[in-house]
């Protein structure tokens, strides 16, 4: 995002900044499910949206909410879902048939502590595999991360435009420390901001197919109700968006799901690196943790141990190029976060094994501070 | 002779359903309302979920939305509110509406939002292979109440009565001309209307309940369905064994998108 | 209008699409008039000249496959 203008300055949430965020990227749909700590998000949405000719809607569930975004997003709108990881775990089946469907929206997981109801009111991050896997079946996945206010704008925005340029739902993952921290945010000018909008078909309606395999991977959806009649469906489908059992369309299908993320993967995975260049202990931090991992660098450094931190705004696809290339210069890797170890096993494999990786797992519903992340990295040492 | 081919996809027949479902009688009465009423296909959108009733978008050629199991009106919730100016019909199941979509089912009632809901009832989990259903009978047989089933079943319209629907109708498949008519009077209604359509399964309902030959079980709908309006001279002792079709509720009350359309006139900022 | 009533006093056209048709019987079963037969699993077209065109056995064939004229 440029930063032309300068921009106009406010104090918000995490949780606030990521509905403006919303508002700015044009969404105009907002479905959900009260769920501490995203119920700000919902909150503000309810108060912004009808200003704007925009939708609101509280709906019974969270499986409601996921569904009623996919249906409002097939009429053309941007739409968007917030919650945390119960309704996280509700809504896995509706997000998988976005992917299926290739569906563009935004669901938003402000991530507190589990399994179960866990730490309602307390930070984590242990959704982060959730946000790849959670659901059944094949499918590439985009899943980005915010550190701050700021962030949570911003990637609020990154998420509906690589959502509608790529056709599929797009998962932000904040915490619960990011969402509820009132801090400064610089709101920039719209013309400065950066917006996708999804392609609409150049056919007309009788030569049009809603799955045309094409070299980009990504299909054009007309809006319901522009005239071009078609079927969408959860079920495998062809090119006509038709259910098959064709084993031909169904493996082409299924790879093509993958396929269009990752052969988009150095457009979609934006990193931050901190001091890598001479860096003999590299950690790699996320969201809330990134914070406390920027201060520990200095810290570190200030002490004589040359520590670099590489952070990823985009979780899936996984910036595996970034961590072989710190592997190959650090002798060490640390991984602290908010769960037992969720990412760090995806540094282990990213690294090919040639340095040890190690965890820092915190799951008390209490942030990293510092001085733990400096006493791991001085064990290491 | 109705043309019903310029209103389906008629290169997905013929359908997949089985000799004698009711499903596809259901579809024509539905396609003949919407052609009574000049439904324009463009703007008419179907939503379904998942059960042989909801694989009835695939042949009609509307803007169609084949979901997940049970969360059909969760779809059409957000088509509707996002763009009101569509028809949104809904197609399900006595299970997908009923049990896994129950919730759904209800607060869409209540929340009285413009949409048409086809629920066929067919007593049974059909294309699952027959398993019990929130609509089987006591005592009728499933493949998973192979000792008769010990629940009772859920009156749909009664239930969405409750919730608050603004139109509901029964009908069924044998009293097609009428079906047809209660089709058309929901489509026309705005708000949550329902029509549930006693819709025969022979293959999973029939044939564990002595009624195999479809012809079996429309002779058993020609003698066990009542008219309301003769309904309310019976008898408890002769309404025993039938049930009554017809329109069971058709009040005026607020619509959902339409009040939120009042909402957003009135947050316009002021000229 | 006399048009109508003389266009109605046509015999009837009635066509099965045997592909379409599952052999299901309601069109033969509940035809008032007795016109339709089954023959091989289909139905079959047997006494088109009894028919009184009351369209039931089209309003009623689920897979679309009959239909009078
Ligand atoms: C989440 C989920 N659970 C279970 C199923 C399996 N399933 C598919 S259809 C169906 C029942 C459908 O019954 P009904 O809604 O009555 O439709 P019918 O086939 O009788 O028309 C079930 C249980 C599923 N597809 N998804
Ligand atoms: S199983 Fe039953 S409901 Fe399904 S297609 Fe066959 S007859 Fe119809
Ligand atoms: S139109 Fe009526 S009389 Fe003629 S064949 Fe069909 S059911 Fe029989
Ligand atoms: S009702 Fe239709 S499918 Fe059944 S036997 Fe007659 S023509 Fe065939
Ligand atoms: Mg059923």
Not at chain 3, 32 to 43: A, I, R, T, V, Y
Request: hydrophobic content about 40%; charged content about 25%.
């Amino acid at each position: 995002m440029s930063n032309d203008r300068p921009g106009k300055v406010r104090m918000m949430q995490g949780n606030q900044a990521c509905a403006e965020g919303a508002i700015a990227a044009g969404c105009r749909f907002f479905a959900g499910y009260p769920i501490t700590p995203s119920s700000e998000i919902a909150e503000n949405l309810s108060v912004m949206l009808p200003r704007l000719g925009g939708k609101f809607i509280q709906m019974e569930d969270e499986m409601a909410a996921m569904g009623a975004i996919i249906g409002a997003a097939l009429t053309g709108q941007k739409s968007m879902t917030a919650t945390s990881g119960p309704g996280f775990s509700l809504k896995q089946e509706n997000i998988g048939y976005a992917g299926m469907a290739e569906v563009p929206c935004v669901i938003v997981n402000v991530m507190r502590g589990g399994p179960s109801t866990g730490m309602p009111t307390l930070p984590a991050q242990m959704d982060v595999q959730q946000a790849r896997w959670g659901a059944h079946g094949d499918r590439g996945v985009i899943a980005l991360t915010a550190k701050s206010a700021q962030e949570t704008y911003e990637q609020t925005i990154r998420a509906f435009n690589l959502a509608e340029k790529f056709m599929t739902p797009v998962i932000l993952l904040i915490d619960e420390i990011t969402g509820h921290t009132t801090e400064k945010v610089i709101i920039p000018d719209a013309s400065d901001i950066e917006i996708v909008h999804r392609k609409k078909p150049d056919e007309d309606p009788e030569n049009y197919l809603p799955y045309r395999l094409t070299d980009e991977c990504v299909p054009i959806l007309a809006p319901f109700g522009t005239g071009y009649r078609y079927n969408v469906t959860g079920l495998c489908h062809n090119e006509t968006g038709f259910p098959t059992n064709d084993s031909h369309d169904i493996q082409c299908l299924i790879e093509r799901l993958t396929r269009k993320i990752e052969m988009y993967e150095d457009d979609i995975i934006r990193n931050n690196e901190l001091m890598l260049e001479d860096a003999e202990i590299g950690v790699f931090a996320y969201g809330s943790v990134a914070r406390t991992a920027q201060a520990v660098v200095r810290m570190c450094r200030e002490e004589g141990i040359k520590v670099g931190l590489l952070e990823p705004k985009v979780l899936w696809p996984f910036p595996a190029k970034a961590v072989f290339a710190m592997a190959q210069k650090v002798r060490a890797i640390v991984v602290p976060e908010l769960n037992l170890g969720q990412m760090a096993r995806e540094v282990s494999l990213a690294s090919e094994c040639r340095v040890p990786v190690h965890k820092l797992g915190r799951v008390d519903g209490r942030p990293i501070p510092p001085q733990q992340l400096v006493e791991k990295i001085r064990e290491v040492v | 002779m109705f043309d019903y081919l310029q209103y389906v996809r008629q290169e997905n027949f013929p359908h997949i359903w089985c000799s004698g479902c009711g499903d596809g009688i259901v579809l024509k009465a539905l396609i003949r309302s919407m052609d009574k009423l000049g439904l324009s296909q463009d703007e008419t959108v179907m939503v379904s979920g998942i059960g042989c009733s909801s694989r009835t978008p695939g042949y009609v050629d509307i803007n169609t939305l084949h979901t997940t199991h049970g969360r059909a009106l969760a779809f059409a919730t957000g088509v509707k509110i996002a763009n009101p100016d569509l028809n949104v019909i809904v197609v399900t199941g006595d299970g997908d509406a009923t049990a896994i979509g129950g919730n759904h089912f209800i607060h869409a009632a209540r929340r009285n939002i413009d949409l048409t809901v086809l629920l066929y009832n067919n007593y049974i989990y059909g294309m699952t292979g027959g398993q019990c259903s929130p609509t089987t009978p006591r005592g009728a047989y499933a493949s998973t109440a192979q000792h008769g089933n010990l629940e009772p079943p859920f009156n749909i319209s009664g239930l969405a009565i409750a919730a608050g629907a603004s139109f509901v109708a029964r009908g069924d498949v044998y009293n097609v001309k009428k079906l047809e008519t209660l089709i058309g009077k929901a489509l026309q209604k705005k708000g949550f209307s329902l029509v549930e359509v006693v819709s025969p399964c022979p293959t999973a309902f029939g044939r564990r309940n002595r009624m195999a030959r479809p012809v079996k079980m429309m002779e058993q709908l020609r003698d066990t369905v009542v008219s309301v309006e003769k309904w309310e001279k019976m008898t408890d002792e002769e309404r025993k064994g039938k049930f009554r079709t017809g329109i069971l509720k058709d009040i005026e009350k607020p619509e959902f998108t339409a009040e939120y359309a009042k909402l957003i006139e009135k947050m316009r900022p002021e000229e | 209008m006399a048009g109508e009533q003389s266009a109605s006093k046509k015999p009837a056209v009635i066509t099965v699409n045997t592909v379409w048709c599952k052999g299901c019987e309601i069109c033969v079963a509940f035809c008032p008039k007795d016109c339709l037969e089954m023959e091989g699993g289909k139905c079959k077209v047997a006494r088109p000249d009894d028919c009184i065109k009351c369209m039931l056995c089209e309003l009623r064939c689920p897979d679309f496959a009959i239909t009078v004229e």
